[in-house]
């Protein structure tokens, strides 16, 4: 089974500090995601990465910024957290050799900023 | 106009009954539409995926796309209360970006 792992399921920052979220697939997938998912607003794509290296704005990127290395670990990163990031933030990974395309989440990280 | 649109429910359907699910989309030029299944406080999990248009189907699933009118629509035949969830429809847009709807909240009553 593709596995895609979070590294935090829970996590509590205090206002201003620097938060790394980190996302590990293993299944050689091309593309990984981050997206925030708050109710009523369902989910919402910061940023993505199509290879290593790489990486595009999503619709929501302020207050956010991502790494790739590796292509495997797709690390997003709040420069400053602030209380409006608290959210349930969730990696996903796809690729153009599946059949379907579809994305595989991981079991997200809930993030809360005090 | 929303990109993707779902009623947000929650919709309640007796155990055994057929739910019927309803999705549109604003980009004719998508190609590819998910149906997800979110658990409370779980990730989203892909269900099922139909590019063509007509109808699908996967167990107790059937997916129905319907591209002239923009329509996606999941059906889940013989309701389980295993079913209550949170059902997102997914599109993907003209730069290959998937969009999510908001997901419609499934109940199925015993």
């Known amino acids: 089974d593709v596995k895609v792992t979070q590294s935090s399921r829970y996590l509590v920052k205090r206002t201003g500090e620097k938060v790394f979220l980190e996302c590990v697939q293993d299944?050689?997938?091309?593309?990984m995601f981050w997206y925030r998912q708050d109710p009523g607003l369902g989910l919402r794509l910061i940023y993505f990465?199509?290879?290593?290296?790489?990486?595009e704005k999503g619709d929501i990127p302020e207050g956010y910024s991502v790494s790739r290395e590796k292509k495997e670990r797709f690390s997003l990163i709040l420069e400053s957290a602030s209380t409006n990031q608290t959210s349930m933030y969730l990696c996903?990974?796809?690729?153009?050799?599946?059949?379907?395309?579809?994305?595989?989440f991981g079991s997200g990280t809930r993030l809360t900023v005090v | 106009q929303k990109e993707v649109e779902q009623n947000s429910g929650p919709l309640s359907v007796p155990e055994g009954a057929i739910a019927s699910l309803n999705c549109t989309y604003s980009?004719?030029?998508?190609?590819?539409f998910f149906w997800y299944r979110q658990y409370s406080g779980k990730s989203p999990e892909l269900i099922m995926f139909?590019?063509?248009?007509g109808d699908k189907e996967d167990g107790r699933f059937t997916a129905q796309l319907n591209k002239a009118s923009q329509y996606v629509s999941l059906l889940i035949r013989d309701s389980q209360p295993s079913d209550s969830a949170t059902y997102l429809c997914?599109?993907?847009?003209?730069?290959?970006?998937?969009?999510f709807g908001k997901g419609t909240r499934l109940h199925i009553l015993p």
């Open positions: 996903a990974s796809s690729s153009y050799g599946d059949d379907n395309y579809g994305y595989t």
């Open positions: 299944m050689d997938h091309e593309n």
């Open positions: 990465s199509y290879d290593v290296k790489m990486k």
């Open positions: 980009d004719r030029g998508s190609q590819s």
């Open positions: 139909i590019y063509s248009n």
């Open positions: 997914a599109v993907t847009r003209r730069d290959d970006k998937i969009i």
